[in-house]
């Protein structure tokens, strides 16, 4: 069954450090997504990306962050100068576009981020 | 704005006996309705979701959830809990929002069964 991937699975950085994070979506998918988990806390939305450009970005999602997708399967976050709050877990996601918003989004196992 | 309650952060239960999870949201519009579990140090698996139709949703592992409107809920439920579904259980919603489709997350609960 496909499956999101991420690398890496941990991240340590210090802070001010650039950091980028790397998902394979699931192959044919069409919508992909970053979301985090801060440790011990609701998992909560970051951005959403089709057609190689964002599509919704949440009030988290500063300067500080960017996402892209430099070929035809990778896409990445790249958070510019890390701070100590970016500690988390990052959660990469995909969804087919075929139904919209009714679409099942799949989720990689995450990269967890520690920003000393 | 969106949003989603799961008024338990933990919910414990004997192996054998019936287990419900609660989730109640709050979406303009008609909603689209998720449940995720995520086990130690892993991804969010996707159980089950509701978009429209029969009201109970079946999904894997033997789970379900039932979409009430009226109370603006969606509550998991399983007839006989096994130890192996001890985990964290989060409710998500989405609806038509003209673009992005971002899922919302509860706080989660934490299902405990035990022998």
């Known amino acids: 069954e496909p499956e999101v991937t991420q690398t890496p699975s941990h991240q340590v950085t210090q802070m001010g450090q650039e950091v980028i994070l790397r998902c394979v979506p699931i192959?044919?998918?069409?919508?992909f997504y970053w979301y985090r988990q801060i440790l011990g806390q609701k998992v909560e939305f970051l951005v959403s990306f089709y057609n190689n450009e964002i599509s919704e970005k949440s009030e988290i999602f500063d300067d500080q962050f960017s996402v892209e997708r430099p070929d035809g399967s990778n896409f990445t976050l790249k958070i510019r100068s890390t701070k100590l709050e970016d500690s988390a877990m990052y959660f990469c996601a995909s969804t087919p576009g075929a139904s919209g918003e009714a679409d099942t989004q799949y989720f990689g196992p995450g990269t967890r981020l520690t920003v000393l | 704005a969106q949003s989603v309650a799961q008024p338990e952060d933990q919910v414990n239960v004997a192996e054998g006996n019936p287990l419900t999870v609660k989730c109640t949201y709050s979406?303009?519009?008609?909603?689209?309705l998720f449940w995720y579990v995520q086990y130690p140090n892993r991804g969010l698996q996707f159980l089950l979701k509701y978009i429209t139709g029969d009201n109970l949703v079946k999904g894997s592992y033997g789970f379900e959830a039932e979409f009430n409107k009226s109370q603006t809920s969606f509550h998991l439920k399983k007839p006989s809990a096994l130890v192996s579904d001890s985990a964290l259980y989060f409710c998500?919603?989405?609806?038509?929002?003209?673009?992005?489709?971002?899922?919302?997350f509860g706080t989660g609960t934490q299902l405990k069964v035990e022998l």
């Open positions: 192959s044919n998918h069409l919508y």
């Open positions: 979406v303009s519009g008609n909603p689209y």
């Open positions: 998500a919603v989405t609806s038509i929002t003209g673009g992005g489709n971002k899922l919302t």
